[in-house]
Nanobody, 126 residues
Protein backbone atom coordinates (compact mmCIF):
# COMPACT_ATOMS: atom_id res chain seq x y z
CA UNK A 1 0.00 0.00 0.00
CA UNK A 2 1.42 3.33 -1.08
CA UNK A 3 1.61 5.88 1.71
CA UNK A 4 3.04 9.37 1.97
CA UNK A 5 3.89 11.15 5.20
CA UNK A 6 4.64 14.87 5.28
CA UNK A 7 6.41 16.79 8.01
CA UNK A 8 8.10 20.11 8.56
CA UNK A 9 5.19 22.51 8.60
CA UNK A 10 4.87 25.22 11.22
CA UNK A 11 4.26 28.86 11.96
CA UNK A 12 6.72 31.50 10.81
CA UNK A 13 6.78 35.23 10.30
CA UNK A 14 6.84 36.84 6.91
CA UNK A 15 10.26 36.39 5.33
CA UNK A 16 10.92 33.17 7.19
CA UNK A 17 11.84 29.74 5.85
CA UNK A 18 10.66 26.17 6.23
CA UNK A 19 11.61 22.80 4.80
CA UNK A 20 8.87 20.31 4.17
CA UNK A 21 9.64 16.60 3.85
CA UNK A 22 7.60 13.72 2.49
CA UNK A 23 8.55 10.09 2.94
CA UNK A 24 7.03 7.59 0.56
CA UNK A 25 6.51 3.91 1.37
CA UNK A 26 4.86 0.97 -0.33
CA UNK A 27 6.61 1.23 -3.68
CA UNK A 28 10.07 0.14 -4.76
CA UNK A 29 10.67 1.97 -8.01
CA UNK A 30 11.23 5.60 -8.89
CA UNK A 31 7.97 7.48 -9.43
CA UNK A 32 7.39 9.25 -12.73
CA UNK A 33 6.74 12.39 -10.77
CA UNK A 34 6.24 13.66 -7.24
CA UNK A 35 4.69 16.94 -6.31
CA UNK A 36 3.59 19.38 -3.66
CA UNK A 37 0.11 20.88 -3.62
CA UNK A 38 -1.45 23.31 -1.19
CA UNK A 39 -4.91 24.35 -0.15
CA UNK A 40 -5.71 27.55 1.69
CA UNK A 41 -8.97 27.93 3.62
CA UNK A 42 -11.84 28.63 1.26
CA UNK A 43 -9.72 28.10 -1.84
CA UNK A 44 -9.19 25.31 -4.32
CA UNK A 45 -6.16 23.07 -4.06
CA UNK A 46 -3.33 24.21 -6.32
CA UNK A 47 -0.11 22.68 -7.49
CA UNK A 48 3.06 24.23 -6.11
CA UNK A 49 5.99 22.22 -7.44
CA UNK A 50 6.80 18.93 -9.09
CA UNK A 51 9.87 16.84 -9.83
CA UNK A 52 10.22 14.25 -12.55
CA UNK A 53 12.04 10.93 -12.33
CA UNK A 54 15.17 12.46 -13.87
CA UNK A 55 15.37 14.95 -11.02
CA UNK A 56 14.28 18.01 -12.95
CA UNK A 57 11.92 20.15 -10.93
CA UNK A 58 9.53 22.93 -11.72
CA UNK A 59 7.47 25.33 -9.63
CA UNK A 60 4.46 27.54 -10.13
CA UNK A 61 5.13 31.10 -11.13
CA UNK A 62 4.11 32.67 -7.83
CA UNK A 63 6.81 30.82 -5.89
CA UNK A 64 9.66 30.96 -8.40
CA UNK A 65 12.86 32.11 -6.78
CA UNK A 66 11.50 31.29 -3.30
CA UNK A 67 10.60 27.58 -3.35
CA UNK A 68 12.82 24.69 -4.45
CA UNK A 69 11.77 21.09 -4.86
CA UNK A 70 14.22 18.22 -4.52
CA UNK A 71 14.30 14.53 -3.72
CA UNK A 72 16.53 11.89 -2.19
CA UNK A 73 15.75 8.70 -4.09
CA UNK A 74 17.77 6.53 -1.72
CA UNK A 75 15.48 7.63 1.10
CA UNK A 76 12.27 7.87 -0.95
CA UNK A 77 11.98 11.39 0.37
CA UNK A 78 10.68 14.52 -1.31
CA UNK A 79 11.53 18.01 -0.06
CA UNK A 80 10.21 21.50 -0.50
CA UNK A 81 12.52 24.29 0.63
CA UNK A 82 10.54 27.47 1.12
CA UNK A 83 12.19 30.83 1.68
CA UNK A 84 10.89 34.38 1.95
CA UNK A 85 7.52 33.02 3.01
CA UNK A 86 4.57 35.37 2.72
CA UNK A 87 1.10 35.33 4.32
CA UNK A 88 -0.38 34.19 1.02
CA UNK A 89 1.67 31.00 1.31
CA UNK A 90 -0.41 30.00 4.33
CA UNK A 91 -2.06 26.67 3.51
CA UNK A 92 -2.13 22.96 4.14
CA UNK A 93 0.60 21.45 2.03
CA UNK A 94 0.16 17.98 0.54
CA UNK A 95 2.63 15.59 -1.00
CA UNK A 96 1.54 13.56 -4.02
CA UNK A 97 3.00 10.74 -6.10
CA UNK A 98 2.48 9.66 -9.70
CA UNK A 99 3.56 6.05 -10.26
CA UNK A 100 1.79 5.23 -13.52
CA UNK A 101 1.80 8.20 -15.88
CA UNK A 102 5.00 9.58 -17.48
CA UNK A 103 4.19 13.17 -16.54
CA UNK A 104 7.05 15.60 -16.07
CA UNK A 105 5.10 18.27 -14.20
CA UNK A 106 2.44 16.40 -12.29
CA UNK A 107 1.80 19.41 -10.02
CA UNK A 108 -0.19 20.80 -12.96
CA UNK A 109 -2.46 17.76 -13.28
CA UNK A 110 -4.15 16.19 -10.27
CA UNK A 111 -5.62 13.39 -12.39
CA UNK A 112 -2.27 11.55 -12.46
CA UNK A 113 -1.87 11.57 -8.69
CA UNK A 114 -2.08 8.06 -7.23
CA UNK A 115 -1.78 8.87 -3.56
CA UNK A 116 -1.88 11.90 -1.27
CA UNK A 117 -0.30 12.52 2.09
CA UNK A 118 -2.26 13.73 5.09
CA UNK A 119 -0.88 17.25 4.81
CA UNK A 120 1.25 19.56 6.91
CA UNK A 121 0.13 23.05 7.89
CA UNK A 122 2.16 26.12 7.00
CA UNK A 123 1.13 29.41 8.59
CA UNK A 124 2.86 32.69 7.79
CA UNK A 125 2.09 35.79 9.81
CA UNK A 126 2.81 39.33 8.71
Amino acid sequence: QVELAESGGGSVQSGGSLRLSCVGTGYNYRPYCMAWFRQAPGKDREGVAGIASDGKGSVRESVKGRFTISQDNAKNTLYLDMTDLQPEDTAMYYCAVDLYFPHRACYTDETVVLQWGQGTQVTVSS
